[in-house]
């Protein structure tokens, strides 16, 4: 079952803007904490964006930070990422995550799509 699908990813030139959105899956009934990371070829993957669903300080990560923006809806359960000002080194796959209770679950997880690819170049 897919439990969350992102969309918005593709190729931008430099300096350009992407809006990358996440849905969960009805199937997903609760969910603490929605965010962002991404993976580049030959390095490991690492956090671009976090948000808890009460309502806490985003948490980015310093390459981003001032670039990226992380918002969520909790009613439609969908979090995005507003990236502005994309540079060749932000190409990566970008998974959207969820800390939540899936159904049939029995306690919270971390919860992965698929990932959307961004490539930033001129």
């Known amino acids: 079952q897919v439990q969350l699908v992102e969309s918005g990813g593709g190729l931008v030139r430099p300096g350009g803007s992407l809006r990358l959105s996440c849905a969960a899956s009805?199937?997903?009934?609760?969910?603490?904490?929605m965010g962002w990371y991404r993976q580049a070829p030959g390095k490991e993957r690492e956090l671009v964006a976090r948000?808890?669903?009460?309502?806490?300080?985003?948490n980015y990560a310093d390459s981003v930070k001032g670039r990226f923006t992380i918002s969520r809806d909790n009613v439609k359960n969908t979090v995005y990422l507003q990236m502005n000002s994309l540079k060749p080194e932000d190409t990566a796959v970008y998974y959207c995550n969820v800390f939540g209770l899936a159904v049939g679950a029995a306690g919270y997880r971390d919860i992965w799509g698929q990932g959307t690819p961004v490539t930033v170049s001129a």
């Open positions: 948000i808890n669903t009460g309502g806490s300080t985003p």
């Open positions: 009805r199937s997903i009934f609760s969910i603490h904490a």
